[in-house]
RNA sequence: GUGGGUGUAGCUCAGUUGGUUAGAGCACCAGAUUGUGGCUCUGGGGGUCGUGGGUUCAAUUCCCAUCACUCACCCCA
């Protein structure tokens, strides 16, 4: 027979590892409530509509990678691919707005994009991030960014670089795709189907294209940055002034747009030297035109989402310890029958009085007992045989020291405390 | 979807220019120590050599296909 095997492109995470990941987990919750940002939970399937109009039916994710289905009312069904979206759904269903205007969330959750796998991309990876929504201040972009560092550097990341751009808002951008569009026509001779379709639909995307062949022709492309209208230009000024006055260094990157239709203004990426070729860890931007795509209504927002596996992989390669191994503090070695039943009991006891206790479960000799011990990290263990039985007592082994002594059973928790 | 790399013990990997019973280290189990772990020594269990086919007297080795894993491209966290 076969043995099934996980889905291609997921992870098991197992008790060695699961330390990091609660440990990262408890330091984003940490931070996100010095920014004063809630935490949102929002299921892990949606109507497909949310990102086909959401993030936008011609980017990657909605076009090649979502992990859609019809369930049994044949209704079309997607495992979310990203959190924006699905937050920004939450936001307008459940009338935040009128709770306050200013509304900051913030998430860890798993997402599902059916892509090649390879270093640092999974099916099924996670992602945290933070919303900002209800505000369209420049002041709002910067606090994204910073509290994204402000994570990373809790947690002892380092090699981190910020790159940041504009793509304008809606009315600098009309005009300039049409400038765009004109001049990559005019330029790019030979355009493949997906050039060419980008051309069409959303000529930004040609500038973050890493064909080697249009390397040369996307550097002499007209920058949007020469124009942006006064609202846009200023926003983004004021960003950048914020990051210098907070000596957050950063990057300005012209070629920096997104893959995704609903940014607006700021979009910014983390990257980090100790990556392979996957080395974003982190992404965001503003996205004024969601609220629009998804209710009718305008909401300015601005957020990111970071790479949890991304986050953890930088932090094993450069090194960097953020949990210690759990040990245990008590493990009883039980002999004989009467033994085992006593030892029972006293396990609960001494879980009861807080101490991490175990005992062996398969009645095994004394030394493979000792060697489960061993191999569990215990502290202390508590020997429980015939002897030790008839007179009311435990012979308690230090397994650092290997300094062993007799307790009896009503002083056995009171020592425990003593030493531990 | 495309390209490269790798599939041999639980893990990390050697190896056979095609030839008898396929190896090491680690891990595991047992003994040395009849009720004491870690260190040491001795012994032991464990393999469809990814799968299917081809060439051959003979294939784990060569060839083809296939699957899995992995890295990379496009793109993204």
Redo the contacts with the bound molecule.
């Keep these: 027979m076969n043995p099934i095997?996980?889905?291609?492109?997921t992870q098991d995470i197992l008790p060695e590892d699961s330390p990091k990941w609660t440990a990262l987990e408890e330091t984003i919750r940490k931070t996100m409530a010095l920014f004063n940002y809630k935490e949102i939970r929002t299921p892990v399937f949606e109507l497909t509509d949310l990102f086909a109009r959401g993030i936008g039916e011609l980017?990657?994710?909605v076009s090649k990678e979502m992990y859609t289905f019809q369930d049994r009312s044949k209704k079309s069904i997607t495992l979310k691919p990203?959190m924006t979206a699905p937050v920004m759904r939450a936001y307008i269903e459940n009338n935040l707005q009128a709770k306050s205007q200013i509304t900051k969330l913030f998430y860890i959750s798993p997402l599902f994009?059916q892509?090649?796998?390879?270093?640092?991309?999974?099916r099924q990876?996670h992602?945290f991030g933070a919303e900002f929504i209800g505000a369209g201040s420049p002041e709002a972009d910067a606090e994204t960014i910073s509290l994204a560092l402000a994570i990373f550097k809790s947690i002892g990341l380092k090699g981190l670089e910020l790159n940041i751009n504009t793509v304008g808002d809606a009315e600098s951008r009309v005009p300039y795709k049409k400038i765009l569009q004109d001049f990559f026509n005019d330029e790019i001779k030979t355009p493949s189907d997906?050039v060419k379709r980008r051309i069409e639909n959303n000529p930004l995307?040609v500038l973050?294209?890493?064909?080697p062949q249009l390397e040369e022709i996307i550097e002499r492309a007209p920058k949007l940055i020469d124009h942006l209208n006064e609202t846009s230009a200023q926003h983004y000024q004021t960003v950048k002034n914020i990051l210098k006055a907070q000596d957050i260094s950063f990057i300005e990157d012209t070629t920096l747009?997104?893959?995704?239709d609903y940014y607006t203004h700021t979009v910014y990426?983390i990257t980090s030297s100790w990556l392979?070729?996957?080395?974003?860890?982190?992404?965001g931007g503003r996205y004024d035109l969601l609220g629009q795509e998804i209710s009718g209504k305008p909401i300015p927002a601005v957020g990111f989402?970071?790479?949890i596996?991304?986050v953890l992989m930088a932090l094993a390669s450069q090194d960097g310890q953020i949990a210690e191994p759990r040990q245990l503090d008590a493990f009883i070695i039980a002999?004989g029958d009467d033994a085992v039943n006593a030892a029972q009991s006293w396990l609960m006891k001494l879980r009861n009085a807080g101490f991490t206790s175990d005992t062996d479960f398969l009645k095994?000799?004394?030394?493979?007992q000792?060697?489960?011990?061993?191999?569990q990290q215990a502290k202390f263990?508590l020997?429980l045989?015939?002897?030790?039985l008839a007179q009311n007592l435990f012979?308690i082994?230090n397994?650092?020291?290997?300094e062993?002594q007799d307790v009896s059973f009503d002083q056995a928790i009171e020592f425990l405390k003593t030493l531990n």
């Design positions: 095997k996980r889905i291609k492109g980017t990657d994710i990203e994009r892509e090649n796998p390879q270093a640092g991309r999974l990876f992602q997906e995307r973050d294209s890493k064909d747009v997104r893959g995704l990426e392979g070729a996957q080395n974003a860890i982190c992404g989402a970071a790479g596996e991304r002999l095994r000799s004394m030394k493979a000792f060697r489960e011990a061993n191999r263990v020997i045989g015939e002897n030790e012979a082994k397994m650092e020291s290997g062993q």
